[in-house]
């Protein structure tokens, strides 16, 4: 990858319009990762103006591709796709934590020590949800929560930077590439290819806080 296409989404205070749009993406990535868009959702890219986070950027092509992929889906279709990748009879398609990808297994020491961090944090699992601290749409929200919270002394730049190192960065991509490599991911195709891109720029721009 050459970094010199990448064009960083800009890291501002928490009220600035860009830094909103970060937390926003972050949120609708944890929501297409942890269920199939729903009617209402997938109507909204039908009549909303969809434009790309940032015109002529990195992310252009593939937000494209998303938006596209979600007009072209329907409820049932995207239901369809998400229990035959995520879930269906036994061993999924593909395993959606951070533990498998990590280490090779589910529930390893990733989990441990990302709940240690999310302790840390003043975060902690709700009993009701299915899906453990690892999956992926929980770690894209708590990235969300960093950047939007009202708690200044948590949800900061600096445990942005940390948590997505830690336990967002060193697996993102691999989930992506298994996604991309299914022959049925078809909608799960371009939210896995936004995705790496996102993560992508996500990536510069701590680095570039770095040097």
């Known amino acids: 990858m050459n970094e010199s296409h990448l064009r960083a989404l800009s890291f501002a205070s928490a009220d600035d319009s860009e830094e909103l749009a970060r937390a926003e993406l972050y949120g609708l990535l944890a929501r297409l990762w942890l269920a199939p868009p729903d009617e209402a959702l997938l109507?909204?890219?039908?009549?909303?103006?969809?434009?790309?986070?940032?015109?002529?950027?990195?992310?252009e092509a593939p937000w494209g591709e998303l938006v596209a992929a979600m007009r072209a889906s329907t409820a049932a279709a995207a239901?369809?796709?998400?229990?035959?990748?995520f879930h269906g009879v036994g061993k999924p398609e593909v395993f959606a934590y951070g533990s498998y990808y990590l280490s090779g297994f589910l529930h390893e020491k990733p989990l441990a020590d990302l709940r240690t961090d999310l302790a840390g944090l003043g975060l902690a699992r709700d009993d009701q949800r299915l899906?453990?601290?690892?999956?992926?749409?929980?770690e894209l929200e708590v990235m969300r929560w960093l950047i939007a919270g009202d708690d200044v002394a948590t949800c900061n730049l600096e445990?942005?930077?940390?948590?997505?190192?830690?336990h967002l960065q060193?697996?993102?991509?691999a989930l992506c590439d298994?996604?991309?490599?299914?022959?049925?991911?078809r909608l799960w195709h371009a939210v896995a290819g936004f995705t790496r891109a996102f993560v992508q720029v996500?990536?510069?721009?701590?680095d570039l806080l770095e040097t």
Do not use: K
């Open 170 to 173: 060193p697996w993102a991509e």
């Open 178 to 185: 298994a996604v991309q490599a299914q022959p049925r991911a």
């Open 43 to 59: 109507q909204e890219f039908r009549v909303a103006v969809t434009q790309a986070p940032e015109p002529g950027g990195f992310l």
């Open 202 to 206: 996500e990536t510069q721009g701590f």
């Open 131 to 138: 899906e453990t601290e690892d999956h992926i749409a929980y």
């Open 79 to 85: 239901a369809e796709e998400h229990e035959a990748l």
């Open 159 to 166: 445990q942005q930077r940390r948590f997505f190192r830690r």
